[in-house]
């Protein structure tokens, strides 16, 4: 019985790490798809979502999950910036350049995050802390509810968008096939940058779900999940938003697993371990079709 | 304007092996001493990344094989009792065989993919050091590790910094016979286009694994140099940051070039240490980022690079139009 019960809670908090994941997961995947480019810098982008919007709650006290639009909108602007001052000028010069030059967006942003806001890990109360929802046997917190339904709702918006309007369109044909679209009168440069926005976006969603959730946070909390995004979203298949979501439930189920039953060290290392397992046997992915 | 650069690159190597020789007479700084030999053990470590990189295959995690070579050689002299000047090189030979494991694992795979299961490695390897191999690595407390050479003979400091520039020396003259040999040639092939290497008879499997076999080994002795410098060995030493030193100084050096990371790791050094006599703490990383950034975007070959660009720039002055982008290889 007591197993169960234990069981059941690793399972809810593998969901919720596996929300953030999903969300970074699918900005990259959104970002890779269009641009082709690799940024390793990504999780810096979550981090900035998390402390714009743990300074903007501590300072006015609105609603956190308010503050979740304005810390997308905000993210949108950063990464428009970012995309079209660092990643065009050296678009299409290879893969290995992306990661070099993500690697000094990181030093840029965490190290300025910390020169802003300190480098010690802070923590913020959610206006709904302590408040729990009886779910079978365990009291889940109200906030890990809410999370997974904005989650939900987030992905739901971004299948719309992408399925139903014009630019959405336009940038899955600009994903499909670069020069096709601008022989069809796209313009790329537009699509990228506007896809950049979107996938910063999306991961100033997850920075700002991993701070109401009551988690500590710091400059330097971005690397590891995005690497791991990018571990996601190669188990899952490139350019597969379902294969991201999947994958992104199993990497956080399997790492709660690993740091309540090896020991906290564990917690990273197995999302690796995974990783090159699937690479081994699978390079594809699990859900992958022919890769790039 | 006609300043040949073969004898260019002549004078500024004799110059800077006099002074690298010439160091411990013209100062006895213990502190300009010691930085020193820690900024040689910097050039091997970057001198390892970029053979790897030559070999076109980008590493986001060689602090795990310095730190492998770090351990595997203080272990060894641990418990053999054999001079640390002969374990630098079985540690160092560790780090190559473990190396040759994980190069296996994504020989096969896109050029990104390594830089993911490298910078994973460096975790794992962290989380086994920590907990199953803790009784013999001391876990996060670290362990002692034994001096290249003893405290106790006098002008030890000495003996060690000629020691390791004799080293240093040694790794970058078998870094360029390998880039000037069919080794070397081999790489560039496999780098510039897999299928037409393979298709003149190269196989790129098989050289990448020599590439990260050689670069692991002399990532290895880097770690192994470091630990036995400071006498003692933590994990830390798997940090993220020693994974992104070397990438930094090889880029602002030139990417894939033998002076690269010497001239990279040399200039880095200087504004790194300058940048801490004013006090930044966070900024100083700002402005490495910001360097690293704005050396890919405007000169993507580096400093070495920025003789020919100078030049090219000298003639072209005054005539707009014949400025011509130099190509990226």
């Known amino acids: 019985m007591d197993d169960i019960g234990i069981f059941l809670q690793i399972l809810f908090w593998g969901l919720y790490a596996g929300c953030i994941y999903i969300l970074l997961a699918t900005g990259l995947n959104l970002i890779f798809g269009v641009m082709k480019i690799v940024n390793f810098a990504h999780g ?36 428009a910036v970012v995309e079209r001052l660092c990643f065009r000028p050296i678009l299409g010069t290879g893969k ?79 994903s499909q096939n670069r020069k096709g679209a601008m022989l069809i009168g796209i313009n790329v440069e537009r699509i990228d940058v506007i896809s ?90 699990l859900f992958g079709e022919k890769g790039e | 304007m006609n300043f040949g650069r073969d004898k260019l690159i002549k004078y500024g190597l ?21 930085l020193l030999v820690l900024m040689l053990i910097s050039i091997i470590f970057a001198s390892a990344w970029n053979l790897l990189a030559f070999s076109g295959q980008g590493s986001l995690g060689h602090a795990a094989f310095l730190g492998i070579g770090a351990y595997a050689s203080t272990l060894i002299a641990i ?26 694992t994504c020989v096969r795979l896109k050029e990104w993919f390594l830089a993911m299961v490298t910078f994973g490695f460096a975790i794992i390897v962290q989380a086994l050091t920590v907990s199953v191999l803790a009784p013999m690595t001391g876990g996060w407390d670290g362990i002692a590790s034994p001096r290249l050479v003893s405290p106790s003979i006098p002008g030890y400091q000495l003996i060690e910094y000629y020691a390791i520039l004799v080293i240093t020396i040694a790794s970058l003259i078998a870094i360029w016979y390998i880039m000037k040999s069919r080794l070397g040639l081999a790489f560039l092939a496999i780098r510039e286009n897999e299928l037409e290497a393979r298709a003149s008879g190269v196989d790129p499997v098989r050289y990448r694994l020599i590439a990260f076999a050689m670069s692991a080994y002399l990532a290895g002795v880097a770690g192994a140099l470091q630990i036995h410098h400071i006498g003692y060995i933590t994990p830390e030493l798997y940090g993220v940051d020693n994974s992104f030193w070397p990438i930094t100084f090889v880029i602002l050096g030139g990417l894939g070039t033998l002076a690269g990371p010497v001239i990279g790791t040399i200039v880095l050094t200087i504004i790194w240490e300058g940048l801490k006599a004013t006090g930044l703490t966070f900024g100083r990383y700002v402005i490495v980022g910001f360097i690293l950034i704005l ?35």
């Open chain 2, 79 to 104: 418990q053999s009792g054999i001079s640390p000047f002969i374990t630098i090189f079985l540690g160092a030979t560790v780090a190559a065989f473990i190396g040759v494991l994980i190069g296996l």
């Open chain 1, 96 to 174: 290995l350049n992306e990661i070099f030059l993500s690697i000094g967006l990181i030093y840029v942003f965490q190290n300025g995050a910390a020169m802003v806001w300190g480098d010690a890990w802070q923590s913020v109360k959610s206006p709904y802390d302590g408040i729990t929802v009886p779910v079978g046997s365990l009291n889940v917190p109200i906030d890990y509810i809410i999370i997974i339904a904005f989650t939900a709702a987030i992905l739901i918006a971004l299948f719309i968008f992408l399925k139903k309007t014009r630019i959405g369109m336009e940038m899955r044909a600009t």
């Open chain 1, 44 to 79: 810096e982008f979550l981090m900035i979502g998390a402390y714009i919007t743990a300074t903007i709650f501590l300072l006015t006290g609105i609603n956190p999950y308010v503050i979740l639009l304005l810390s997308m909108l905000a993210l949108i602007g950063i990464g």
């Open chain 2, 295 to 329: 050396t890919i975007i405007f000169l993507p070959k580096g400093l070495v690079n920025l003789p020919e660009r100078l030049q090219v720039w000298w003639r072209g002055r005054g005539r707009k139009e014949t400025f011509v982008e130099p190509q990226r290889e």
């Open chain 1, 196 to 285: 950049f926005g979107i996938g910063c976006a999306l991961a100033a969603a997850a920075g700002t779900l991993w701070v109401v959730s009551g988690q500590v946070f710091n400059p330097y909390m971005g690397s590891i999940p995005a690497v791991k995004a990018f571990a996601i979203i190669i188990l899952g298949g490139l350019g597969s938003i379902p294969g991201a979501i999947i994958g992104g439930l199993l990497m956080g189920i399997a790492e709660n697993s690993a740091a309540f039953y090896l020991g906290g060290v564990w917690k990273d290392a197995v999302s690796f371990i995974i990783l090159i397992v699937v690479l081994v046997v699978r390079p594809t992915g």
């Open chain 2, 14 to 34: 004799v110059a800077t092996l006099a002074i690298a020789a010439a160091f411990p007479f013209l100062s006895d700084s213990m502190f300009l001493l010691n």
